[in-house]
């Protein structure tokens, strides 16, 4: 896991880069004798489009959700009722759902099924966050998924969290953490901030900040199709799902300069 130097403000442009779409034509259900992680890899390599060819016509599909669904479906807000399994995956996969009171969100990775989380700005560290309005507003924002955000008035010490553990994700599976957020009409002081993901048990604090050596790249924000930006703190490998924590950190504690017009929706564990 690579600590990484970041710029909020930089957007990179990047031109899209088409995509080979792959046509299927079975003339069995053969979907349902393989294995969901077979499923999913084949799958993977499909438009969303093409997806939904397959899964019309194979009834093994229908088991094409995680195997803890039940759990985590007992933890949601507000249930999602669907016709279907098929019509729920879409479902999750278009919409994330609300969990945990609200704290949490959870959806799934269209092209692969594995399970996504993004932690609210209410459930993350963030220091001189709580009863502390003049540096940090809890506030409400018409365009967000979760019921506050924490919008930045000014600080000198930028230091956000967030912790999650891995046996909710998706085993097997690469993860890349995102923060997700805005930038108010006024911002500044947001140019350069260093970020990196770790294991909280095997990894230090300070053994991860020593990893800032030669070869740190430069992070950009990119736009999200919900119309925030996010920015990528770091990644990992989730092998065998063990009940460890992994903890993603953005902070800027070297230079005392101020910040703010930054709002934190929240943090987002996707694959990658």
């Known amino acids: 896991m690579k600590y990484k130097t970041l710029s909020l403000l ?3 442009r990047q031109n899209s880069q088409s995509k080979q779409n792959f046509q299927f034509n079975f003339p069995m259900d053969f979907f349902r004798l393989l294995p969901e992680a077979c499923v999913s890899d084949i799958l993977s390599f499909t438009s969303p489009k093409d997806a939904a060819i397959p899964s019309a016509i194979s009834r093994g599909f229908n088991s094409f959700l995680p195997e803890d669904y039940e759990i985590i479906s007992s933890r949601y807000v507000s249930p999602r009722i669907c016709s279907s399994k098929k019509e729920l995956y879409f479902s999750l996969c278009d919409s994330p759902v609300l969990m945990d009171g609200g704290k949490l969100s959870f959806s799934l990775d269209k092209k692969t099924g594995k399970k996504c989380f993004m932690i609210s700005a209410r459930e993350l560290a963030i220091s001189w966050g709580v ?3 003049w540096y940090w507003e809890w506030t409400s924002h018409p365009d967000s998924r979760f019921s506050e955000v924490a919008h930045l008035h000014r600080v000198f010490w ?14 097997r599976t690469k993860y890349i953490v995102y923060l997700v957020f805005k930038l108010a009409e006024e911002h500044w002081g947001l140019e350069i901030a260093n ?10 604090d300070k053994e991860a900040q020593r990893n800032e050596l030669a070869g740190r790249n430069l992070k950009c924000p990119q736009r999200r ?10 990644n990992f490998i989730n092998d065998t799902g063990d009940d460890e924590d992994v903890q993603a950190r953005l902070m800027e504690i070297k230079h005392l300069n101020g910040k703010g017009g930054l709002i934190v929706q929240g943090i987002e564990f996707r694959p990658g």
Do not use: C, H
């Open 158 to 171: 930028l230091d956000i969290r967030g912790t999650i553990g891995t046996q909710m994700l998706s085993k």
């Open 225 to 234: 199709v919900d119309e925030w930006m996010e920015i990528e703190l770091g």
């Open 10 to 12: 930089y957007i990179q």
């Open 131 to 133: 009863d502390t309005p």
């Open 195 to 204: 970020a990196f993901v770790r294991f909280v048990n095997r990894v230090s």
